[in-house]
């Protein structure tokens, strides 16, 4: 079934294995229609790059509230692409490097991008790339510029280009007027039906489809995908029975949100 | 007719053609009488700028939405005005540069042009060249004030001047006292009748005179010429009848605006 | 008995002994079961790290006023954990580094983990390491955003890390979008039962149980450990009946709280 | 008459011509009294230069709209004043310069000026010389204090010096507590009244009274010098009538004002 | 008496008398309950620190008004201690060193104090120290941050050290999250009793007990020792009655308070 | 009598007159009874850091209006007091230094006193020293910082030291906490009188004292001695009867204030 195929998805990652793994630890598991109508679309701007010589590029935001799945998902797409080029500009890889540094590197994955015919570039977490924090608040003008610049830059001799973004909050993107730079915007779902719930618990905690069941009356709330692999994983941990603890995770102990 | 001969321009741009192709990727379509406004307008200036004596310097602002077209009309009236010294100041360009540098280099530009009797500069994107961002609000007041001087500063030794420069934030401008550096504004304007619609669909769309009357029924609301090439690319991407998956985007996809 | 049982840690705590002892200067007293609850949740996560294939990291943040005893706490369950790695990042040891040197320090701490398989950090005082002052606000933003990619970036290699960060501004942090790299918060209580009053009076004060009683009446308010251990201190210290001057430092004398 | 002798001075400048010609570009013209009464207050304060010995130091600040002929006027009094030691301080000619660079340059004019007996220095658009933006606000707090300082200072040694400065936003002088330091304001004025419209247009664009009588009828506006010049240049471009197309021009056609 | 033998303790400074000449300038007058009250906590707290082994960082703050005293109050208790380690850490004594620099010899005197077994840091004027202005407001942070964690980092190896800090700004250090270093404060009281008045007229300004009862009629406001010292000269600066100097003084001539 | 004497000062300055000259360029001019209000309380505060042991260090402020004098009163009185050291610390002089060599430099003045026993130095225009500007507000901290601490110094070794200060703008001083710092403060007055007018006509205007008489009858507003200056020599400039012009002056005229 589909959902089977989708998870399978990752042992076979092949060459730039290294490089996505630490994004989709735990796998793409398709929980349900919410999850099929992102993938669906995923499917249509990987088509348009392709093939449209009007639009050579094409530019994605996948947003979502923080542990929804965004960095996940865009490594996902990016594997599905099987474009030869995949870059992931991540944060969690330049640690310790000067804004000019980092500006620098953004550059060069899109210098490199416009040498092949058919790329694809991932911008993880835009927040923390641009180093914002709502205090103040903060950021690096520099790379956010840098971003600005080539979110708009069309690859010269007919290069295509598809570039996938995440971020947690996109009302502060819209309020450095970066919105523009983005015709196309995914949202990545929380988990919120039932049914949903209970295809994770099967897929990810080793439930049973009985225990599943028995489980997902509990819950009636909003959840991340992260936040419900922790659950599941403490659940798991306690002595006794994991539905009894699972009702006692969802009802009593207090995960906090933000 | 004027239409074709507009749309001839692109692939007789000459010499600095590669400098051009870049901004005007997919020509310029004459799509009726607001374009022509806007075309006439553009004769007149670049007219004034050859032969006056006593207005050796010409400042026009072009103004509109994003993706609304600045960039490919300003490079169309430079090609138009075929004046032997043309230099496009562009923050693609420059990249990775610091403000000094890019000070520097727009100063050059203009230094450069003083020495050719007719002269045009294209200042393209100001808020991105002035690195803006609405948070802080922050910029580079160096470029900026650079920007100032030389927006005022008539050409030494009888030469004459064309500056065309762009923006989709002219309140900005307004409340960084620029605005008085424009005696003549033009506003580049996006698609919002009908027949404006049909004329691109064909043009663009390779759609039949047919099947764009039968598309723009579903136009009723206001959009930008380069969101309109998304969209009739999205449009002949997806399986199906380009008309029906056109009347969905316009209906059900949501091609988020700013 | 259990707390006898805690309080011994201290001198057992071997090796990094030197690290540990000025964190927990008068040892763990249990004062009952607000404290109880939270050794036993202590207990929970680091079962969960050793085991869980699914959460390699898992991150916590020890809540409380200044004085609850947070320092005190996360040294404890680092001595608890019996990870072979554990390593105490505190401004204490950071003085006259320079910002820069303080991010390399941390990302070098979390470098040494990944080669571990079963490691804990300790981030002591977060509102000191990224040098906060309420007024301005000011901060270090290099440190902050080393520190929330690290919080966010899952051990490669199958390595696993808990982290325990103390915090007395829980607040601050929600402001600065830190507050989702801690699925798990625990709050630091304060002594607010005369029982609790009672058992530190014995445990730490040298009083009789009869004086503890006796004392234990004039307390009606809300006091952290570290306050509790100065007020006894004081009243040993003033000439008279320690019962006495203890009364008198709970209903006249100012201890300024904040 | 007093207008031609007037428009004669221009091409008299002499030796400091170069500096010179690129502010009056187009010349003085006497369009009336409001002109007239600006010209007799330069000739008083050039008066009391030359001749009191209590005040040393006259410093005058010239302000009106953006193009209401400042900075031709400063020019045009230190022209008159027919000083031995004349100098003109121009952002135009600082440009890439450091705000240090510019400070050192500024003090270093005052410093030359005090080796002469008799002189004038023109400070000419005080915003620019000190990056002034209104957003934020920012500038140059260097050179805003070493003008502040050297507008108060007292030449030594018996030297007598004028200080004509220019300004387009003397509230905002004012809000940086500099007005103090200009005992004596001149307000260049905007263009009215209909006389001085026809005046303009017989001088500058070459319209016989008749012609000048008639189009005058369609001003009732107020306009500055710089956009009439504009407007004038622009009707004469266009095909047909002249007077037509100042009609068109004022009635119909946008100048942009700020 | 007591009053007598508290401003004999000037003379008998001993060593570091020259640290300590510039800060006591006019010896400690013993006048009233009020300062008794104060001099009394003080044996208190230098008790603690010599004895107690659970608290082996004690760290007062003095607070009141500017010239009330603060300084002269530090040194006298620093001078009663006898510590073997005494360190005066003053603005004064930093004058024209960077900020890293003053952070550095902060430091540097924390850590020699650590060396000795019983010590004593007096942290002069903390906002002059962190260079604290209240426009903006503005300060270091570097030295800020250095001395929270200082303030609250238990000296290793068993030393006792006492920290005597003193501020005219408390509400400052509160709304720097600083207020919680400081578990004991003291506030060094303004003058504010006829018999206070009176006392110091005898001691300070050799008025008879007459006279002083005579003058202290006119008092009856408030009065910090260092401004009613500057009266006492002035009275004693004009011809004529000092008490009726100090009488117009009191009544008519205006020392401005803040 | 007592006018002539004063301004009869000027010429007799000797030694350091260079330094004064550029001061009181037109003299002290006795004008009546609010001028010998404040040159007697001169007089008292030069008495007492003559004689007075308790009070070693005298600071005084002047406060007043722009060009009200308050330069000239403190050279006045640095020249009344026959001090063996003065120095004068003026804005002037450092002009083109950074702020590190003003801070330095200022600091070397109080060092260099420090080594005399009787001292005075003149702070002039504070503002300008600090580099202060309202909008920001901005201003040299490290100079405010310096001037705070070096203002509350005492000189050690028994040195005596007045400082003269000026401003005009006492409130931005006390927002920034620099009030208590001067204990005295004298306000230079504006001329209010017609006595006053009347007598620095004849002192500085050469107008016999019928002239003056008649003059000062249109004087009925508030003008500082310096704009009174410039206003008599624009009178004395221009044809025609001065007391005509004088008039004229006081009631057409704009002397444009702040
Ligand atoms: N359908 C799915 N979509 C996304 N993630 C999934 C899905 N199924 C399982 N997962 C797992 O859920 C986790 C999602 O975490 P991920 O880091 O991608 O979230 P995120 O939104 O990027 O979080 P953050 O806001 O912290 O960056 C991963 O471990 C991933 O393997
Ligand atoms: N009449 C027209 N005017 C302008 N652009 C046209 C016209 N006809 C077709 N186009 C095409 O529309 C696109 C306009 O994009 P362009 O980059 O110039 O817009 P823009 O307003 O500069 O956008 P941005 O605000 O992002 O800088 C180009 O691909 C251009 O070839
Ligand atoms: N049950 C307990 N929990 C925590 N601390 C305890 C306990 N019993 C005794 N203590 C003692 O209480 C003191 C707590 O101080 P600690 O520095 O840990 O507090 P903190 O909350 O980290 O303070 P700060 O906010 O200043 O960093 C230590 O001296 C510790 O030995
Ligand atoms: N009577 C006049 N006074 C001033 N300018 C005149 C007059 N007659 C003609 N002119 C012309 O008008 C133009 C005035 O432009 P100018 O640059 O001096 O204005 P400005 O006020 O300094 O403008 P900006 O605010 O942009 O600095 C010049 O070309 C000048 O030759
Ligand atoms: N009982 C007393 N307490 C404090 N100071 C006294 C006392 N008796 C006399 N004095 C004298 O009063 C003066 C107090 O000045 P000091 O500089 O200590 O005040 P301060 O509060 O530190 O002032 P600032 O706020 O300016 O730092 C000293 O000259 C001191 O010798
Ligand atoms: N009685 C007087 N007091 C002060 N100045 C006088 C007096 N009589 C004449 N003068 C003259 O008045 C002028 C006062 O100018 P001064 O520069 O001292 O004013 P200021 O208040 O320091 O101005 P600013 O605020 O610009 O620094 C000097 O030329 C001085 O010679
Ligand atoms: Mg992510
Ligand atoms: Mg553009
Ligand atoms: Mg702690
Ligand atoms: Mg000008
Ligand atoms: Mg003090
Ligand atoms: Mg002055």
């Known amino acids: 079934d589909f959902r089977r195929?989708?998870?399978?998805?990752?042992?076979?990652?092949?060459a730039v294995e290294d490089q996505y793994e630490n994004y989709a630890h735990n796998g793409i598991v398709n929980y349900g229609s919410e999850f099929e109508k992102v993938a669906n679309s995923g499917k249509l701007f990987i088509e348009q790059v392709k093939t449209s010589l009007r639009t050579p590029l094409v530019s994605v935001l996948l947003t979502g509230e923080p542990g929804s799945g965004k960095s996940s998902l865009a490594t996902y797409f990016a594997k599905q692409s099987e474009f030869p080029f995949v870059?992931?500009?991540?944060?969690?890889?330049?640690?310790?490097?000067?804004?000019?540094?980092?500006?620098?590197?953004?550059?060069?994955?899109f210098e490199d991008s416009y040498k092949t015919p058919l790329s694809c570039i991932i911008i993880d977490d835009i927040e923390r790339l641009i180093e914002y924090v709502p205090i103040g608040?903060?950021?690096?003008?520099?790379?956010?510029?840098?971003?600005?610049?080539?979110?708009?830059?069309?690859?010269p001799k007919k290069g295509r280009l598809l570039i996938l973004s995440t971020t947690s909050n996109p009302s502060v993107l819209r309020d450095m007027d970066l919105m523009d730079c983005f015709p196309i915007q995914v949202e990545t779902p929380s988990i919120t039906k039932k049914s949903e719930f209970k295809a994770i618990l099967q897929e990810l905690g080793a439930f049973s489809s009985k225990e599943a069941e028995l489980?997902?009356?509990?819950?009636?709330?909003?959840?991340?995908?992260?936040?419900?692999?922790?659950?599941?994983?403490?659940?798991?941990?306690?002595?006794?029975?994991?539905?009894?603890?699972?009702?006692?995770?969802?009802?009593?102990?207090?995960?906090?949100?933000?």
């Open 137 to 155: 608040p903060r950021f690096s003008n520099l790379i956010l510029q840098t971003l600005h610049v080539l979110y708009k830059k069309t690859p």
């Open 215 to 258: 489980a997902s009356q509990y819950f009636n709330d909003r959840v991340t995908i992260k936040q419900l692999i922790m659950i599941i994983e403490m659940a798991r941990q306690e002595k006794g029975d994991p539905v009894e603890n699972l009702k006692y995770m969802l009802t009593e102990f207090q995960l906090k949100h933000i």
């Open 5 to 14: 195929a989708i998870s399978e998805v990752k042992p076979g990652f092949g």
């Open 87 to 109: 870059r992931i500009i991540s944060p969690q890889d330049m640690l310790g490097m000067t804004e000019t540094a980092k500006a620098q590197r953004i550059t060069k994955a």
